[in-house]
């Protein structure tokens, strides 16, 4: 797909590459900073930047590299699948996860960060590849506006979320929808759909899976808070 910094698919591609980069790099940020938490004061911003810095170029080759695997036929397919219980796990209960060791020295500190971040940025690659629809220019523009975004102002980010929960859903879906568009644009699966069904299916596919995720996240959530709170009741 062609497009241009003019074009408002361009834009409106770029806007949901950041969003989801914003939406999936809280957690990462978490890791950052328990990661250089040992350090002293002058040290720990020193770890933090170029351990970012690191996971940064990581994650970039990484998602590179998922865009150009996606052009394979069916993988769009796969990708779009693998996408949707990311979706749905963004909208329940978060469970903190204290398997980060800190390291109390700088260098440890650093290869802390990067393993880290690049275990834990798949679904984040995956997301951004898809969004991209095989646009480069697209990932390394959202890359640059949305990270120092979220190394910034992850606990604003954080507040933003907990306070209205609607972004959350917000992101599911676009989530959600960037799975359908996946799956759409696959070269085989998406043109067999299209001529099957019709090409109504291009935007009725993404929607739906965008209105799944939402609904599928919802009851999930609730769920699993009832079952939650009657294990207290028992305890």
């Known amino acids: 797909m062609e497009w241009t910094f003019v074009s408002w698919d361009f834009v409106t591609a770029l806007i949901s590459i950041i969003m989801l980069d914003i939406l999936l790099g809280g957690d990462n940020a978490v890791v950052i900073a328990m990661a250089a938490n040992k350090l002293p004061a002058a040290l720990r911003r020193k770890a933090i930047l170029i351990g970012t810095g690191g996971a940064v170029v990581i994650r970039l080759v990484m998602t590179l590299i998922a865009v150009w695997l996606l052009t394979i036929p069916y993988l769009q397919v796969l990708g779009g699948l693998i996408l949707l219980p990311i979706a749905v796990k963004l909208l329940l209960p978060a469970e903190h996860n ?78 959600g929808w960037t799975a359908g568009s996946m799956i759409m644009h696959d070269k085989i699966v998406g043109q067999l ?24 996240g919802y009851i999930f959530s609730k769920y699993k808070k009832t079952a939650s709170l009657n294990l207290e009741k028992l305890s």
């Not at 990067?114 to 629809?133: E, K």
């Not at 506006?145 to 933003?160: A, E, L, M």
């Open 98 to 175: 204290g398997q980060i060791n800190a390291s109390d020295n700088l260098m440890g500190a650093i290869r802390t960060i990067i393993i880290a971040d690049a275990a834990m940025g798949v679904d984040n690659v995956l997301a951004i590849a898809g969004a991209s629809h095989g646009s480069f220019l697209l990932v390394a523009c959202g890359f640059l506006i949305s990270i120092p975004i979220i190394v910034c102002g992850s606990t604003v980010i954080g507040r933003i979320m907990d306070r209205f929960p609607v972004v959350l859903y917000g992101g599911a879906g676009l989530l």
């Open 193 to 216: 759909i299209m001529q099957t069904a019709g090409g109504w299916t291009e935007f009725v596919v993404p929607a739906a899976l965008a209105l799944f995720v939402c609904c599928a």
